[in-house]
């Protein structure tokens, strides 16, 4: 089983649409998890940290159940600028990030 | 301020050649850590150093890879002889510190190595 697992989509969406992405991690010890943006050939960049209470930052809501170890991404109100992989990442003691595979989101107009 | 830089940012190479990356990690950042994404893959770890020691290293695939920081500056990930299966995208990223949520790991935008 992987460490962090993703569908990987992708998911095709208008824009305007809100869109939710889980994720499933095998560490019931794991700590913190972060969602990573990827864009086409470039590098991973934070989107957001994931805390236990779950965090809101503009459009973006990540959520972190620990009990069902799922972390999710809500993105609504979607932008074209919001289509790109978004990668899954289990902090790891943080000095080792463990990516998931990724989710493709693809907005279209 | 400039972010994490890669060179070289493409390189095709044959099989038992020898190539060599290098990473130059934001200006301040002890912390300077080497990934890789192989076809089909997700991100791997490949190790960590902090300043010119290493600190982990548990993610390197086999002995064929050499990484370094002299100085604790710039890192190189040195691969010989290069074999088909490490072709893929190499990323190094760096950090001021490694605890809290409020750290905050910058890569770089990666040295796309083929090995024909």
């Known amino acids: 089983r992987k460490e962090v697992e993703q569908d990987p989509g992708p998911f095709n969406v208008p824009e305007g649409a809100t869109v939710a992405f889980n994720c499933t991690y095998s560490?019931?010890?794991?700590?913190?998890f972060f969602w990573y943006r990827q864009d086409c050939r470039k590098e991973p960049k934070l989107l957001m940290s994931?805390?236990?209470s779950g965090n809101e930052d503009g459009r973006f809501t990540a959520q972190l159940n620990r009990a069902s170890q799922y972390i999710s991404l809500l993105i609504r109100d979607s932008k074209l600028s919001d289509s790109a992989t978004y990668l899954c990442?289990?902090?790891?003691?943080?000095?080792?990030?463990?990516f998931g595979a990724g989710t493709r989101l693809a907005v279209h107009p | 301020e400039a972010g994490v830089t890669q060179f070289p940012s493409h390189s095709v190479i044959e099989k038992g050649q020898t190539v060599t990356l290098r990473c130059d990690p934001i200006?301040?950042?002890?912390?300077l850590y080497w990934y890789r994404r192989v076809m089909g893959k997700e991100i791997k770890f490949l190790l960590h150093?902090?300043?010119?020691?290493?600190?982990?290293e548990s993610g390197m695939p086999n002995n064929r890879f050499l990484a370094e920081r002299t100085g604790g500056t710039y890192s190189t990930l040195k691969v010989q002889p290069a074999e088909l299966e490490d072709s893929g995208v190499y990323f190094c990223?760096?950090?001021?510190?490694?605890?809290?949520?409020?750290?905050?790991?910058?890569f770089g935008e990666g040295s796309w190595l083929t090995v024909v």
């Open positions: 560490n019931s010890a794991s700590q913190s």
């Open positions: 990442v289990d902090s790891g003691g943080y000095n080792k990030l463990i």
């Open positions: 990223a760096s950090s001021q510190d490694v605890s809290g949520l409020g750290n905050t790991i910058y």
């Open positions: 150093f902090v300043k010119e020691s290493k600190q982990d």
């Open positions: 200006s301040g950042h002890d912390n």
């Open positions: 994931v805390y236990s």
